[in-house]
Each structure stands twice: as structure tokens, then as C-alpha cells.
């Protein structure tokens, strides 16, 4: 892979645009690095770039973006905005020479996702999609592990997040927990796989490699959305079988700690289990061997701690000209493979997948 221009300024100028559910974990995220100045904040409610000001010593607010990158010219945007937004944002920046970090999902859809890349290497800036899960400690020691060898060649995988996040609950009996926390979720017609199941796609390819195939089930079960909050994926990586499942409308689960999927691998000489509070265990089973492994892993703040080293691995490899772990090409796969599993959803049928159409090479 061929090497970017280094952008080793000191400090690096960071912009937001976007103050939503998102946005405080963002801004935690840069202050954690001494090298970065925040510069500005923008989005169209005062009170709340008020309020991330005041918590984070945002200098500035502004009511738009273009304003904040014509006054602050920073080296670098983060979006934190919705899905719609992103490629006009996006491109705002890049006509500036600025850098981008984009909040996932990086577009609805594949065209724009396709248009935001091609605009952004016209303009000689680099874009990366902030897709954090796979940089939570349980499942980076998870690839440590798998890519050491210690269980063999994987047959199956199963990643499992459920709870009450579209529907009332004993702890949430008036708004759901997932409408409070992001109102935007109510009125779009593709929900859970667009903006939570690509999580686990996007884990799945950095523990597994690139799948080959997908077949969608989902189902609405809360009255309060549009879109589904129900879904069941089988997905082929290889030879491994992975079956991906993430409801939003299941009571009797309690809330979601700081891992709200668990993940288990089975393999040739045993099996890997992650619970749903990041705890990992590996058993090793052959005969004449048994032995149970717990790496060691700092679990506090875990997940405030994935948004900080997502944003650390996007600024050092902007100072050192590295790649990124998650740049748009990368990403397009994992987009691609959500954009599939809803053409399952349409058609009843197995989509095969294909690195071509995922990429758009």
C-alpha cells in the first residue's frame, strides 16, 4: 500500500460539526491527545455547543460548518452528524485541503459512500470512517490470540447483542433507551443493520477476513421506528460459518453494560467466548489437554476508551503517513456487506459478495 504525505503539525487543528449523541465521546476522545487543539464546534442547537464547549474548552461554536472552516481553517473535521450529512460535510472540508474522520455509517448508501472517496482523493485528503468496535481491548486481544494460532483453523462464530432499545422497559417505561439517547432513529426505514449490525460485520472482517456471502432475516417489533430493530444474518467467511444476530426489541435483558454483543468462536482445538461485559476466555480442548485462558484485559472505561484509540490510530497515522486501519476502501466492505444483507431482506435469497462490488474498484 502506497504511503500518504505525513501531516506532522503541531498542534493539529480539529473541528467537529455535529453535537448529538456521538459528539461527547468524540471530544473525549481528542482531549486524551496533547498534540490536538480543538478549534471549533459546529451544529445548529446553541445550547448544546454551548454545553460541549463549556465541558471540553471548545473556543468557538458556530451555527454551520462552512463558517467554522472558513474562520478556524482546521487540519482536520470530525463528523459526528447523521448518515445524510456526511458526504456534504465531508466535502466541505476536502474542498479546504482538510482531513477527515467520519462517523459511521460513512453514507446510506454505496454511490454516495463511492463519491465521497473519489471527491476526497481529487482533493489529495485522506478519509477515514470511525468504526470503533474493533478497536475495543476484548476483541484487539481476541485477534492477538486467533492470529497466534492458539485455537486452529475457525469453523463458526457467533456474535449476539439483545436488549430493550426500541421498546419500554422496566428501567426506560415512558422513551426507549435507544430513542432517548438518539431520536433520530425513529423515522429512518433501515435501521439496525445500518446503524448497529455494521458493528459486528465490521469486527467479524478484522478477526475473519472478507465474507463471501450473506442471508438477512429482520423484523419491526417496536411500534416507535420505522425501520427494523430485528435481525438475524448467516454469513460465510471462507469455510467459517458466522451467524450475526442484534435485537433492539428484546425485554428481559438487562441494560446494555459497556459490551453489549458476545462473541463465541469455535475452532479445531477448542473455543473463544467474550461476554457481554468484554470479559474473554479462551478454552483450549485436545485430548490428553484441557486448559481455560483469561487474557488480561482493563475493562473500566472500555468504552469510552475505543472512541480515544480510534482517533489515536487516525492521528498517528496522519503524522506518520501510515494507513489507515479503517480508511474508506476498507469500509466499503463493511458498508457493502449491510447494503447486501438488505438486498437479502428484498429478494429471500443468499447474496453472494465479491470484493469488486464491495470497493467499487
Known sequence: ?????????????????????????????????????????????????????????????????????????????????PPHLHAEHAAAAARR???????????????????????????????????????????????????????????????????????????????????????????????????????????????????????????????????EDLVSLSMRFGETIAVIERSYASRGYSPPPMASETLTVEAERGALFIDREGRLRIEIDVPGERRTLCPEIELEGAYRRSYAATIRHFVEALRHGAPFETDIDDNLRTLGAVIAAYGSLESGQVIQLNEARETGK
Open 97 to 227: 485541503g482538510i482531513h477527515v474522520l467520519c462517523q459511521k455509517p460513512v453514507a446510506p448508501d454505496l454511490e454516495t459512500a463511492r463519491a465521497m472517496r473519489d471527491f476526497a482523493r481529487q482533493q489529495n485528503v485522506r478519509l477515514m470512517v470511525h468504526e470503533n468496535f474493533r478497536f475495543r481491548p476484548w476483541y484487539r486481544e481476541a485477534k492477538r490470540q486467533l492470529d497466534c494460532g492458539i485455537l486452529g483453523e475457525v469453523f463458526y462464530v457467533r456474535s449476539d447483542g439483545r436488549f430493550a432499545g426500541t421498546v419500554t422497559s422496566a428501567e426506560h417505561p415512558h422513551t426507549p433507551w435507544s430513542i432517548a439517547r438518539q431520536p433520530s432513529f425513529v423515522e429512518p426505514e433501515r435501521l439496525l443493520l445500518l446503524e448497529s449490525v455494521i458493528h459486528q460485520i465490521d469486527v467479524c472482517r478484522y478477526l475473519f477476513g472478507e465474507p463471501s456471502s450473506v442471508y438477512a432475516q429482520a423484523r419491526r417489533i417496536s411500534p416507535q421506528v420505522k425501520g
Open 1 to 81: 500500500m502506497t504511503m500518504a504525505a505525513k501531516t506532522d503539525v503541531s498542534p493539529l487543528r480539529v473541528g467537529v460539526v455535529g453535537a448529538g449523541f456521538v459528539a461527547p465521546h468524540h471530544l473525549a476522545g481528542w482531549r486524551t491527545l496533547p498534540e490536538v487543539e480543538l478549534v471549533g464546534l459546529a451544529s445548529p442547537d446553541p445550547v448544546r455547543n454551548a454545553e460541549l464547549a463549556r465541558q471540553f474548552g471548545i473556543p468557538a461554536t458556530y451555527a454551520d460548518l462552512e463558517t467554522m472552516l472558513e474562520d478556524q481553517r482546521p487540519h482536520v473535521l470530525d463528523i459526528c452528524t
